[in-house]
């Protein structure tokens, strides 16, 4: 996806200590993947000789999750920021900076404003994949339920996408920054 470039308020002065506090950054446009990394893409390029196997080929409640077709559109998890640099080299890319993320995660281009989360300031538990109730972790939000108990299919909030089209900016897996 395409992202302009120019000025934008990055950090969150009420938020967590390491996002604050908020300040001016300008950027160069950009271009940012519109979804996680799947382990069908990543396996392309391991089988490539680009990029080693992940360091568990297993997810939480899934024993073949890297290596069953069944799982190939949904993220690749468990490859560090060595492996996923190595990845964004094989594709003659590279990583976002934390800047360029968040500019993408959130900052709406037309109305020149940022918002809390990719979808507006309002948190909503179903626009997005995290610890609900399928999630055993004693923090559980059981109040959402989104059927899965770990990671989810890329492009399975559409209505959570950030204001350029980016899928899966909160919530589903982490994503690793320059």
Known sequence: LYVQGGVFRMGNDDGERNEQPSHLTVLEPYF?????????EYKACVTDS???????????????????????DY?????????ADAFC???????????????A???DPIEFQRSLY????????????YCDANCSQEWRDPQFNDGHQDTAPVRSYPDAQSPI?????????MEWVA
């Open 32 to 40: 940012i993947d519109e979804t996680e990394v799947t382990n069908g």
């Open 50 to 72: 680009g990029c080693l196997q992940p360091d568990r080929l297993t997810a939480s409640y899934h024993p073949a999750y890297y290596n069953s077709s069944e799982f190939d």
């Open 75 to 83: 993220p690749v998890i468990f490859v560090d920021w060595t492996k």
């Open 89 to 103: 080299d094989w594709r003659g890319a590279r990583l976002p900076t934390e800047a360029e993320w968040e500019r």
């Open 105 to 107: 995660a959130g900052f």
């Open 118 to 129: 990719p979808w507006g300031d309002n948190f909503n538990g179903a626009l997005l994949n």
């Open 165 to 173: 089209g980016a899928y899966d900016m909160l919530g589903n897996v």
